[in-house]
């Protein structure tokens, strides 16, 4: 069974930073894709980064670009996303989620498998 289980999230002042981290377990395809969502309550849930295992390429949405950070460390089978000068509108729980395939999506309904969600709050 895929697990993923996400950290590092917290409260922060608006321009500062964290470091969230999403450990995955229990799969052993090659191919694949780690996605970050977040969502607010009552708000769709909102692709942010994704990063493929074909080659570590990543992607982001633009409201994050220059500001956030997806990377991995494939001994530990944990994928990073450092988050720096963080706004209000960050403020949602955030999600790691797993695609089979390594073709990146910025789109829930493509992802297998989801963690459980860190908390991301941002105060002004």
């Known amino acids: 069974e895929v697990q993923l289980v996400e950290s590092g999230g917290g409260l922060v002042q608006a321009g500062g930073s964290l470091r969230l981290s999403c450990a995955a377990s229990?799969?052993?395809?090659?191919?694949?894709?780690i996605g970050w969502f977040r969502q607010d309550p009552g708000k769709e849930r909102e692709g942010v980064s994704c990063?493929?295992?074909?080659?570590?390429?990543?992607y982001y949405i633009d409201s994050v670009k220059g500001r956030f950070t997806i990377s991995s460390d494939n001994a530990k089978n944990t994928v990073y996303l450092q988050m720096n000068s963080l706004k209000p509108e960050d403020t949602a729980v955030y999600y790691c989620?797993?695609?089979?395939?390594?073709?990146?999506?910025?789109?829930?309904?493509?992802?297998?498998?989801w963690g459980q969600g860190t908390q991301v709050t941002v105060s002004s």
């Open positions: 989620a797993l695609k089979r395939g390594y073709s990146a999506s910025y789109y829930p309904i493509e992802y297998d498998y």
């Open positions: 990063i493929s295992s074909n080659d570590g390429s990543t």
């Open positions: 229990g799969f052993t395809f090659a191919d694949y894709a």
